[in-house]
C-alpha cells in the first residue's frame, strides 16, 4: 500500500530552525506537497516538489530525495503564528487522488 | 473570486437523518475531492471527481455519495447519519497538473 509517515509532534524555540520530516511508500508519485493547517482551519498550501533538491519559499524550504524516499519542510526564523500542523501529501501517478501523511504538530515555544 | 466555497458551516443532525454537503469553485479547476478530517487526525479522502461527469472512491467511501452537478459544484450526501460521521468535512479542487489543492472553510457535523 502506499503510506506517509510523519512525526506526530515537534517543539521548537521561536526564532530557531526546525525540520518536519516525510518518509514514503509508493509506488509511483508526481510530487511530494506540504500543507500547513492552524487550529480550526482549512489546509492551506505551503510548497511543492517535484523533482529531488531543495526548494525556497522565504521562511520555508522543502527537500526531496526519491532514492531515499524521503523528504523534509523546513522552517527558519521560527514565528509563534508558525504554530500549526503540517502535513506532507503525494498524488498518485495512476490517478488523481491525493495521499496524505497524518500531520506533525508544530508547538513553539517563546 | 471567493475560491472554493462550503455550505453549511455547521450542523447537527439526529441518527438516521440525510443531509447534503455542498461544495463550489469558481477557478474553473477540472478536479474536486471530499475529505473528512477527525479531531487531531489527517485528512482521509472520501469521494473524488477528476473531471466533469467522473466520481471514484476514495479510502472512506462507505455511507456516502456523491454527484458533480457541473464543473464548479460537487455535493456529498450522507443518506443515514450515523454518529461516526461526526468530523469537519472539506472540499477541495485542483487544476489539472499543478499540485496545489485550495480548501474550502470546511462544514464541522455534528451526529447524536
Known amino acids: 500500500g502506499q503510506s506517509l509517515e510523519q512525526p506526530s509532534e515537534v517543539t521548537a524555540v521561536e526564532g530557531a530552525i526546525v525540520q518536519i520530516n516525510c518518509t514514503y511508500q509508493t509506488s509511483g508519485f508526481y510530487g511530494l506537497s506540504w500543507y500547513q493547517q492552524h487550529d480550526g482551519g482549512a489546509p492551506t498550501f505551503l510548497s511543492y516538489n517535484a523533482l529531488d533538491g531543495l526548494e525556497e519559499t522565504g521562511r520555508f524550504s522543502s527537500f526531496l530525495s526519491r532514492s531515499d524516499s524521503y523528504g523534509y519542510l523546513l522552517l527558519q526564523e521560527l514565528q509563534m503564528k508558525d504554530s500549526a500542523s503540517y502535513f506532507c501529501a503525494v498524488r498518485d501517478i495512476g490517478n488523481y487522488q491525493l495521499i496524505w501523511g497524518a500531520g506533525t504538530k508544530l508547538i513553539i515555544k517563546p | 473570486n471567493a475560491g472554493v466555497t462550503q455550505t453549511p458551516k455547521f450542523q447537527v443532525l439526529k441518527t438516521g437523518q440525510s443531509m447534503t454537503l455542498q461544495c463550489a469553485q469558481d477557478?474553473?479547476?477540472?478536479?474536486m475531492y471530499w475529505y473528512r478530517q477527525d479531531p487531531g487526525m489527517g485528512l482521509r479522502l472520501i469521494y473524488y471527481?477528476?473531471?466533469?461527469?467522473?466520481?471514484d472512491k476514495g479510502e472512506v467511501p462507505n455511507g456516502y455519495n456523491v454527484s458533480r452537478l457541473n464543473k464548479r459544484e460537487f455535493s456529498l450526501r450522507l443518506e443515514s447519519a450515523a454518529p461516526s460521521q461526526t468530523s469537519v468535512y472539506f472540499c477541495?479542487?485542483?487544476?489539472?497538473?499543478?499540485?496545489?489543492?485550495?480548501f474550502g472553510p470546511g462544514t464541522r457535523l455534528l451526529v447524536l
Open positions: 471527481s477528476a473531471s466533469e461527469g467522473t466520481t
Open positions: 477557478m474553473n479547476h477540472n478536479s
Open positions: 477541495a479542487s485542483i487544476e489539472g497538473q499543478q499540485e496545489t489543492q485550495y
